[in-house]
Nanobody, 125 residues
């Protein structure tokens, strides 16, 4: 498994922006598809965005057009740029990696093997 550490969460007003980062240790991200998930209080964890090894992307309908997932393989970092934030985006955000060798996009929680500890994003109205 790869070790993942998220950062960049915080408190922001509606309409604002945040950029989340996910630093990987132990392995280069170029070997993996990657994903961002989130879990709001009282709700199940859900996919937010995913990126394939070839940098194809997937976005949940709720964030499409507002969030952008990207990766910097040289820095072993995954990013989630979040713009036009809404109160309903409030959640703990997790980055995740599937097993080594999984290059195509994965959108289901069970497809992921390694998880970060999460970073809190709070959007005030």
């Amino acid at each position: 498994q790869v070790q993942l550490v998220e950062s960049g969460g915080g408190l922001v007003q509606a309409g604002g922006s945040l950029r989340l980062s996910c630093a990987a240790s132990g392995r280069t991200l170029s070997n993996y598809a990657m994903g961002w998930f989130r879990q709001a209080p009282g709700k199940e964890r859900e996919i937010v965005a995913a990126i394939s090894r070839s940098t194809s992307t997937y976005y949940a309908d709720s964030v499409k057009g507002r969030f952008t997932i990207s990766r910097d393989n040289s820095k072993i970092t995954l990013y989630l740029q979040m713009n036009s934030l809404k109160p309903e985006d409030t959640a703990v955000y997790y980055c995740a990696a599937p097993p080594v060798g999984r290059g195509r996009i994965a959108t289901m929680e069970w497809e992921y093997e390694s998880w970060g500890q999460g970073t809190q994003v709070t959007v005030s109205s």
